[in-house]
């Protein structure tokens, strides 16, 4: 079992930055995928990022170029630094987890098996 709580979400304008974190703790940090997701109201889930254990990363187009994931494995945290936020950005940030090696492609949202209660992220025109 891995428990994951997510800070940091608020109301921002356009153009602005947030950061977002996820500490997670239960079991060894390292063997998980972890990602953020997102869903805004009346779409579905998606795929913000992800990294793995060895540090490599992975961005949805969407957020390509502004937004970046990191972790810490002392801190057993991970991080969404966001930049050049867009209304479309608005929406409940999740932070997810998956053992390294599950079934199914890391970008689907369903894949994940652990997931944090969610952080609103407001961006303002």
């Known amino acids: 079992q891995v428990q994951l709580v997510e800070s940091g979400g608020g109301l921002v304008q356009a153009g602005g930055s947030l950061r977002l974190s996820c500490q997670a703790s239960g079991r060894t940090f390292s063997n998980y995928v972890l990602a953020w997701l997102r869903q805004a109201p009346g779409k579905e889930r998606e795929f913000v990022a992800a990294i793995f254990s060895g540090g490599n990363t992975y961005y949805a187009d969407s957020v390509k170029g502004r937004f970046t994931i990191s972790r810490d494995n002392a801190k057993n945290t991970i991080y969404l630094q966001m930049h050049s936020l867009k209304p479309d950005d608005t929406a409940v940030y999740y932070c997810?987890?998956?053992?390294?090696?599950?079934?199914?492609?890391?970008?689907?949202?369903?894949?994940?098996?652990?997931w944090g209660q969610g952080t609103q992220v407001t961006v303002s025109s």
């Open positions: 997810a987890a998956r053992l390294v090696g599950s079934s199914g492609a890391f970008y689907t949202w369903a894949t994940y098996n652990y």
